[in-house]
């Protein structure tokens, strides 16, 4: 009888304790998380400006969004298109450099901190020099193309061009899959190379038989964190897109995200757009929830649970 | 003692000893050794300037004259260091580094006292829910601001009635990063339960465990968490937009060097010299505290 009595006061003081360690989060949870998830839901059925008093329309919105708001396919089209090329060419890239990075028997330290240091600039300052670098009439990349006497592309003042150019902007700042890749690829047990070789596999046997299977779930790892952060890519082009149309927004300068023509506009823009520039919350929330599914449908695919990339440790 | 042993693989070609014949199929492999070499370094050396050119162009650029930034010459013909100091002079600069160091500075702090013990529960306490805790953390994590931002917005503006300062970002850290929670937790996972153990056969409580053991140990977490969370908010665009855009006041230097473009329309030279003193910091840190980054770095991919 005792013992159960005091296993009993055990359990429930060490419940507690659990609870007081976790409090902070909780509270943040609740009140930074499921409460407003939960309003954005809410707010997506209403009519809301901000100044009258929300009243409920049903789907409205969401038919808004889907049928007559003139941008939303295309920031989905963009989106996809981010997603698509700038993560593959990211990780791509990433890896090579990562291999590049172990091959390099000399300097090894300055090289790698160079193709870290990008990845460190932050993305104002970092998109506000690639605006300038790309500059069609005088950018010292146009220069030095045409003075080899290639045409130069408009970069970021040309519809076509402008998501290539985010795209280089990107793959410039790889220094943290490098980082992931280098230390994946040392991980790899170097008998394995040895009995490669031994067997007569060439180089690239050698990458394709022993390298990619030993570090399959790195890359898939960057693929998806890569997939999430192409999904709530905001800051460049934004910046790039206000930088390169020269409207900063201001007084007698109105401005629309996805310059030129709404070939940046991503979602996360498009929120801001509908909600902080026209001030329809309702569609707003309802464009945020569409955001919300695609990015939780690949934090799925990151946790699914064989494997599961991120190890939740049981 | 016998000949020295015939090398295997020679990575790089040496002089070798003229008593040896070299047979046709090692010439090969000799030269083909060195091709690789070569193909190598030289892809090194053109991805390095890939890499640090951006730099070298706008430091040049930051140097030049306001015309011969507008053209397309390469090298400042006189060095104008003066563009520093008069972009140190323009109005706001000065009140745009207070705001993200206080943004920075005391975000950051808050950040990492309210998830250490988060992130401690998470790694070493087994409870009912963990895993689902978990779970709930890496989605917040992974979640796009824009997804809650309109009735965040709603609250910090309409009952909070604080729209227009950087407090609707900072008291939010006061109660858990999602972010540092996951990295710390990782990095806890790493120190060996044995430590724990023997403080708690020695006595202590949970809390003094985490303060006097753990904590120690976790060192070198902290500091990749801390990073991290400064420039977090350092580069923040987003944050500042939404609430501090309408009060220059509030500005911080990430949302305020955009800003400065608008103001010098034709002037790539100031905004090359912006841009110079706000990527400064950053990399001057990066100098001091590498090993914290990289480590950061690995920890959310490469364990787990």
Same mark, same amino acid.
């Not at chain 2, 796009?144 to 809650?148: G, R, T, W």
């Not at chain 2, 309409?158 to 950087?166: R, T, Y």
């Given at each position: 009888m005792a013992t159960q009595y005091t296993l009993r006061a055990k359990r429930r003081k060490s419940a507690l304790r659990t609870l007081a360690f976790l409090s902070p989060w909780l509270i943040g949870f609740a009140v930074f998380f499921a409460y407003p998830l939960v309003s954005t839901v809410y707010f997506s059925f209403m009519q809301y400006d901000g100044f009258t008093p929300p009243t409920w329309n049903g789907f409205d919105n969401w038919s808004y969004l889907f049928n007559d708001f003139p941008k939303f396919w295309p920031a989905m089209q963009n989106t996809l298109w981010l997603v698509l090329v700038m993560v593959t060419c990211r990780v791509t890239f990433g890896l090579a450099i990562g291999m590049l990075i172990t091959k390099i028997k000399s300097g090894t330290g300055v090289f790698r901190t160079l193709f870290y240091l990008p990845y460190l600039a932050p993305p104002v300052a970092a998109t506000l020099a690639f605006v300038f670098l790309l500059n069609?009439?005088?950018?010292p990349v146009n220069s030095v193309l045409e003075s080899v006497g290639i045409s130069a592309p408009s970069w970021f003042n040309d519809a076509d061009w402008s998501k290539p150019a985010l795209t280089v902007l990107a793959v410039w700042g790889i220094g943290d899959l490098m980082v992931i890749f280098m230390a994946a690829l040392l991980d790899v047990p170097k008998e394995q190379y040895e009995a490669a070789e031994l067997d007569g596999a060439s180089r690239f046997q050698r990458f394709r038989f022993v390298t990619l299977p030993n570090i399959s779930p790195i890359i898939l790892f960057a693929v998806v964190t890569g997939v999430i952060a192409a999904m709530q890519y905001y800051t460049q082009p934004i910046v790039a897109a206000k930088v390169a149309s020269g409207r900063m927004g201001g007084s007698g300068q109105p401005f629309e995200p996805g310059y030129p023509e709404a070939s940046t506009l991503t979602l996360p823009q498009l929120v801001y757009n509908v909600g902080f520039q026209r001030f329809d919350y309702g569609t707003a929330c309802a464009g945020a929830l569409v955001l919300f599914v695609l990015a939780m449908a690949f934090t799925a695919l990151l946790m699914r649970r064989r494997g599961g990339l991120i190890g939740t440790g049981d | 003692m016998a000949q020295p042993t015939e090398k295997k693989n020679p990575a790089v070609p040496t002089a070798r000893p003229a008593s040896r014949p070299v047979t046709p199929a090692q010439r090969t492999a000799r030269r083909k050794a060195l091709l690789h070499w070569i193909a190598v370094h030289s892809l090194g050396v053109a991805a390095a300037l890939f890499f640090l050119l951006p730099f070298v162009f706008v430091l040049l650029t930051s140097l030049m004259s306001d015309q011969q930034a507008l053209t397309r010459d390469l090298w400042p013909r006189d060095w104008k260091f003066d563009n520093y100091l008069t972009v140190w002079e323009t109005p706001g600069f000065l009140t745009w580094w207070r705001n993200t160091l206080l943004y920075a500075g005391l975000g950051t702090v808050l950040s990492v006292v309210s998830s250490i013990p988060v992130a401690y529960a998470l790694a070493k306490f087994r409870f009912r829910g963990r895993r689902l805790s978990l779970m709930l953390v890496i989605s917040m994590m992974m979640l796009?601001? $824009?997804?809650?931002i309109i009735p965040m917005y709603l609250f910090w503006a309409? $009952?909070?009635?604080?729209?227009?300062?950087?407090w609707p970002l900072i008291i939010p850290m006061a109660f858990g990063d999602a972010f540092s929670i996951f990295l710390l937790r990782q990095f806890l996972l790493t120190i060996p339960d044995e430590y724990l153990d023997a403080a708690r056969v020695d006595g202590c409580g949970e809390l003094r465990t985490l303060l006097r053991v753990v904590l120690p140990m976790a060192k070198p977490g902290i500091a990749a968490v801390a990073l991290f969370q400064f420039f977090y908010a350092w580069n923040d665009y987003f944050g500042p937009q939404i609430y501090a855009s309408d009060n220059p006041a509030a500005w911080t230097l990430s949302y305020g060097l955009e800003s400065f473009k608008g103001a010098h329309h034709t002037n790539w030279n100031l905004t090359m010299a912006a841009t110079v003193l706000v990527m400064a910091p950053v990399i001057l840190v990066f100098f001091f505290a590498q090993k914290a980054f990289v480590e950061g770095v690995t920890l959310t991919g490469v364990k787990g």
């Open positions: 069609p009439g005088t950018g | 796009p601001p $824009q997804v809650i309409k $009952q909070m009635d604080m729209s227009g300062s950087l």
